[in-house]
Nanobody
Framework: QVQLVESGGGLVQAGESLRVFCEASGTMMRFNTMGWYRQAPGKQREMVALRNSGIAYYADSVKGRFTISRDNAKNMVTLQMNSLKPEDTAVYYC??????????WGRGTQVTVPS
């Protein structure tokens, strides 16, 4: 059974950096797309960054501050978050998607940037 496990969230001050990690277990097959979404209190879940076939996609709100990277050999995806702002506060969810393997979500990791 495929599982996504996130780690690396926490509380940081505005302007600081944080890195969150996600590893997919239960399959040796490589997902077509892996990425990160986030959900702030009272808001809908939104895409933050995706990595698909070597191409990275970012939400406008994080462009230039966040970087997504993948380790395809390990089915891992990392989100480096720089210059964090209070509005980045959310639960960050890892997603893995593939037409053959299906769509999977992690349980989420909290990122808090106090105002």
């Amino acid at each position: 059974q495929v599982q996504l496990v996130e780690s690396g969230g926490g509380l940081v001050q505005a302007g600081e950096s944080l890195r969150v990690f996600c590893e997919a277990s239960g399959t040796m097959m490589r997902f077509n797309t892996m990425g990160w979404y986030r959900q702030a209190p009272g808001k809908q879940r939104e895409m933050v960054a995706l990595r698909n076939s070597g191409i990275a996609y970012y939400a406008d709100s994080v462009k230039g501050r966040f970087t997504i990277s993948r380790d395809n050999a390990k089915n891992m995806v990392t989100l480096q978050m720089n210059s964090l702002k209070p509005e980045d506060t959310a639960v960050y969810y890892c997603n893995a998607n593939d037409p053959s393997l299906g769509d999977y979500w992690g349980r989420g990791t909290q990122v808090t940037v106090p105002s």
